[in-house]
């Protein structure tokens, strides 16, 4: 079955240390999007890609990073600069045609102490 | 800054009311909308989309939305709600070639 593949499902990490999250989507999706949920918040877009080896920010790319070296994988890093990490984060993809939905993983949920 | 706004945090509701949950958004121009859902435990999931055409939209179980232009709203309503409507609810906005952003969710609780 096609789909999106996050993982690790949850995550722990000490204050000061960079972590990578994956992302890995079989659907043959040009579009990848990284959010963060938090509680009464929404989602808030961190960081998105179109194409391969392309990728806009979103409303808070501050403390993260991304790349797209391949169209399946789009992971994110969450750097020692991001304030507050501790987060729900969904990862996402869709066709760029504009009546293509979202398709979400299942999310990894990141503490940091 | 373009932005969604979704009017009501948390909406309780007995079964069998009606439900209407607001979403209002900034966009100017020709605007794509959703409905997400999130069941306690689960990843989000479509409820209902609306691209061009007749504004109100019919989805999944039982739930519609109507796209009022000049009011820049896209309000969710369902005549009667089932304790399984018990989730988070997302409306999202975009334009084309644009991220989907979304609102801050409402949460329903419907007691049996």
């Known amino acids: 079955d096609g789909g999106i593949t996050q993982s690790p499902k949850y995550l722990f990490r000490k204050e000061g240390q960079n972590v990578t999250l994956s992302c890995e989507q079989n659907?043959?999706?040009?579009?990848m999007y990284w959010y963060r949920q938090d509680p009464g918040q929404g989602l808030r877009l961190i960081y998105y890609?179109?194409?391969?080896?392309?990728?806009q920010k979103g409303d808070i790319a501050e403390g993260y990073s991304v790349s797209r070296e391949k169209k399946e994988s789009f992971p994110l890093t969450v750097t020692s600069a991001q304030k507050n990490p501790t987060a729900f984060y969904l990862c996402a993809s869709s066709t760029r045609d504009r009546n293509s939905p979202l398709h979400f993983g299942n999310g990894t949920r990141l503490t940091v102490t | 800054a373009q932005s969604v706004s979704q009017h009501n945090h948390h909406v309780i509701l007995s079964e069998a009311a009606s439900l209407e949950l607001g979403c209002n958004y900034s966009?100017?121009?020709?605007?794509?909308l959703f409905w997400y859902v999130q069941y306690p435990g689960q990843h989000l999931q479509l409820l209902l989309k609306?691209?061009?055409?007749?504004?109100l939209v019919k989805g999944i179980k039982g739930f519609e939305a109507e796209f009022i232009k000049s009011k820049f709203s896209f309000n969710l309503r369902k005549p009667s709600v089932q304790w399984s409507d018990t989730a988070e609810y997302f409306c999202a906005v975009n334009q084309a070639g644009t991220a989907l952003i979304f609102g801050k969710g409402t949460t329903l609780s419907v007691s049996s």
């Open positions: 609306y691209f061009s055409g007749d504004p």
């Open positions: 966009y100017g121009g020709t605007v794509n």
């Open positions: 890609s179109q194409i391969v080896n392309d990728f």
């Open positions: 659907l043959n999706h040009d579009a």
